[in-house]
């Protein structure tokens, strides 16, 4: 028997999915929670198997309670269901822990189905959340990487792809050696690559370069 815990602000929300879920052979509703303070007491209080979580509540929104629930009980499985699917409500909850993400206008036999296989340690994600992170990693990983570079780092970086030796852009920016190894360093760790050929390819693929001086 699974068990599970509803947590959402809207009675209606609680009432037509917990209907639907108690009407299942395998799954069981041990409690029913308005916002984020009670999803915690609830949880840590019946210990359900899945507990399906709302995102904009009073007192404690779902993001806050899914981290702070991950931090006192790292097995919980959580399903978020929301309505919203801006990228300031999908990777907070993702990245607080939640395992699963639905939109309310899911089905109640989708939502019965994702309770299953999240509960078996599946993660259930709604199409657009899948494409935004997709997305994400993608551009993670080959774009916008040097806005990470601080102006001094950038300035070391340009320099860079004009063939300057260590010596001769510690010269022209007026700081040491040993200061200009540390920001090649952190220019390499930032754009991810591995030395500073593959840093001046970077910049070069990334428009990084200034068009004055030889």
């Not at 806050?64 to 919980?76: M, Q």
Request: with cysteine.
């Amino acid at each position: 028997m699974i068990r599970i815990l509803i947590v959402d602000d809207h009675e209606m929300v609680r009432l037509g999915v917990g209907t639907y879920l108690r009407l299942q052979q395998d799954m069981e509703v041990v409690a029913e929670g308005t916002n984020g303070v009670e999803a915690i007491e609830l949880a840590l209080l019946h210990k359900p198997d899945v507990i399906l979580m709302d995102l904009v509540m009073d007192e404690m929104d779902g993001i806050a309670a899914t981290k702070e629930l991950i931090s006192k009980w790292p097995e919980v499985k959580i399903m978020i269901m929301t309505s919203f699917l801006d990228d300031e409500k999908v990777y907070p909850a993702l990245e607080a822990g939640a395992t699963s993400y639905l939109l309310k206008t899911s089905t109640a036999a989708q939502i019965a189905e994702a309770i299953r296989k999240t509960v078996q340690g599946e993660s259930v994600l709604e199409p657009e959340v899948t494409q935004k992170m997709m997305k994400r990693m993608r551009g993670g990983q080959t774009q916008d990487l040097h806005d990470e570079l601080t102006q001094r780092e950038m300035e070391i970086l340009q320099l860079m792809t004009k063939g300057k030796s260590n010596q001769e852009i510690a010269d022209e920016c007026f700081i040491t050696l040993k200061t200009v190894k540390t920001h090649v360093s952190n220019i390499l760790s930032k754009l991810r690559v591995q030395d500073r050929t593959q840093a001046v390819i970077y910049a070069f693929q990334h428009g990084i370069v200034t068009k004055e001086g030889g």
